[in-house]
């Protein structure tokens, strides 16, 4: 079972090796933001803190709004989320159930969140990827396996396809046991392929 602070680290670690980006650098460029880090339990429908030591408030305030769902999510500026928790600060969530996941699907879900970070904060110009014609045509295949009505919440649009599909090129290359860019994906997209959800064809 990974702590709270393997994690914290991991996502640092895969952030400066598949992006070139700088967790730390990011924080202090948004006026020295905090990252919280949260377990979600599914079973228990609760979410407590892993990471960054959060505010009681923000904690009360992400279970009222019923994330225990979530099986991971980045969000960006949660105070603007949760006013009321008067916060400035990111947040990571991370499903009970994933922290005793292979560490190769770990490092793949860690980095599909940090695309999600990447284009919520507006920050892909900061790092060292490029989009170029097979990450365009990866991630459109990608797109269509998606389940695309829900976008709006899930917010896998085609430019995060396409930037998972540049990122998952690279992390086959650190994480070998992912074989290549398309098993790189899959595991990345393990949770939100139209294949692998309940009710779907």
Do not use: W
Not at 30 to 57: C, H, M, Q, W
Not at 58 to 74: H, R
């Amino acid at each position: 079972m990974r702590s709270g602070v393997q994690i914290l680290e991991r996502f640092k670690t895969l952030a400066n090796e598949v992006f070139s980006f700088s967790i730390p650098d990011y924080l202090a460029s948004k006026g020295n933001i905090s990252l919280f880090g949260y377990e979600t339990d599914r079973v228990k429908s609760v979410v407590a803190p892993l990471f960054g030591n959060p505010p009681f408030i923000l904690t009360t305030a992400i279970n009222s709004a019923k994330y225990v769902d979530a099986v991971a999510g980045y969000c960006v500026d949660v105070g603007k989320k949760f006013p009321v928790a008067k916060v400035n600060a990111d947040v990571l969530l991370i499903s009970k159930s994933l922290l005793s996941n292979d560490d190769d699907k770990f490092d793949a879900i860690l980095t599909h969140e940090i695309c999600h970070l990447l284009i919520d904060s507006s920050s892909i110009g900061k790092t060292s990827l490029v989009i170029d014609e097979k990450a365009k045509y990866h991630g459109a295949s990608l797109f269509l396996k998606t389940d695309t009505e829900r976008q709006h919440i899930t917010r896998h649009t085609l430019l995060f396809c396409e930037l998972l599909a540049a990122a998952a090129e690279k992390l086959a290359v650190i994480v070998p046991s992912l074989k290549d860019r398309k098993g790189a994906i899959n595991a990345a997209m393990h949770f939100d392929l139209r294949a692998n959800l309940p009710g779907f064809p």
